[in-house]
């Protein structure tokens, strides 16, 4: 018995260090050490007959090589695993310093790029950037604005109404209302923001589109001031001269109004569908703040005057790079966003 138990150790250890794969040392294991059937659980039957001691003895043998080619196997599959793992590594080796391929870097939308570049000039020049809901109340939309339910200039600007008095703003000069409210004068201030109207669409008009209003308010602010503002608000811009014209423009919130146009960069001023072939643009309504406006936000005209302006910043954005439809700034189209 404790030679049949020798040789089948030693053939065992023998086939495990032959074997190549996994399946091989499962066999080897059943066959060998498998509690049912196998090898060493059939010599163990025999050892009834045994006297108690070479019962004992021969026990501690059996132990011993089912303890050794069972370690012999499991050494064996740590090497075959090991191998297979080597292998692969050096198939899959990947070059972790390799520059990606296909990914391509995002920008800003040439609208948040103009927006940001105003925030900063008007910022180093002590205005402050305030923010506005775009779902509004009549009040701030209108009424504070010195636009009465009754006055003819509500129809000036199509309105998105909601339920109970609410619109989607129609410009953002409901923004200074709500700067004049929150922040006692001196005050300084622009509202860049998205703004909502409901008229047909062309190459010039969106129904969503964006403005940046502005407003001062100070001891003696005067026509002066918004011109300086104005043209220094257009030199940062277009870093190049442009041509501008200044001519009267009623909104009921500024008296005198004005409307700066500026001469169609698309055309050059020949004509095109941008500037409904008149070879100017409208960009920059503005005026002096109408004192009923100041009275509204409880500032006293008599001592306090401001201007405002509501720069068309759509437009703006279309002069400064010559894109000749409007449409193409909320279009999403990749082809479009990836030249700036
Ligand atoms: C206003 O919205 C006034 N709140 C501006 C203002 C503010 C005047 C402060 C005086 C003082 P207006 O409706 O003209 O004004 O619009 C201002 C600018 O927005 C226009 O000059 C134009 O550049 C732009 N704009 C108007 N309608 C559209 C549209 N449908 N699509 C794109 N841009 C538009």
Known sequence: MESTLAELEKSSLEEIAKA????????????????????LAEISKGMGKLVPEERARIGKLLNQAKDSVERAIEAKKKLIDNEALAKRLDSEWLDLTLPASGVKPGSLHPLTQIRYELEDLFRSMGFAVLDGPEVEDEYHNFDALNIPSDHPARDMQDTFWLDGGFLLRTHTSPVQVRGMEHYPPPLRMIAPGRVFRNESVDASHEHTFYQLEGMMIDRDVSVGHLIYFMQTLLAAVFRREVKVRLRPGFFPFVEPGFELDIGCLICNGAGCAVCKHSGWVELLPCGL?????LRMSRIDPDKWSGFAFGLGLTRLVMMRYAINDIRLLQSGDLRFLNQF
Request: hydrophobic share 40%.
């Open 20 to 39: 190549s794969t996994i399946e091989e040392l499962e066999a080897i294991r059943v066959r060998v050490a498998g509690r049912k059937g196998g090898a």
């Open 289 to 293: 703040v109408n004192p009923n406006v």
